[in-house]
């Protein structure tokens, strides 16, 4: 029986490092996408990196992203660099550019 457990918890262990790397990797997809579809003008107007630096960052996220799908488990620490870069762009970049237009919330 305790053999049973130890072989699950590696199987468990496993498909949550899959789904965890998985996500950093339509992160990156997705905060890669806006990036690429903005002006240039648009970032140095919200004051952040401009958007071949923003476009390098979030590449080189998607790429270690897909490279640790692989493998999930082996470079946990690289996922999660490149989830918590594709966060920064989204969280902060674009809700630069919304309120740059003034779509954003009047709170």
């Not at 997705?30 to 140095?44: E, G, R, S």
């Amino acid at each position: 029986m305790p053999e049973f457990a130890a072989v699950f918890a590696f199987d468990v262990r496993y498909y949550v490092f899959l789904i965890i790397t998985l996500g950093a990797a339509l992160l990156s997809v997705i905060a890669l996408t806006h990036c690429a579809v903005q002006k240039p003008d648009a970032f140095n107007a919200v004051g952040t990196l401009s958007k071949g630096a923003w476009l390098g960052i979030l590449a080189v996220s998607l790429l270690l992203s897909l490279l640790f799908a692989q493998r999930p488990g082996s470079g946990l620490i690289f996922t999660l660099v490149a989830i918590a870069a594709a966060l920064v762009y989204l969280l902060d970049v674009r809700t630069g550019f919304k309120d740059l237009r003034g779509g954003g919330s009047s709170y």
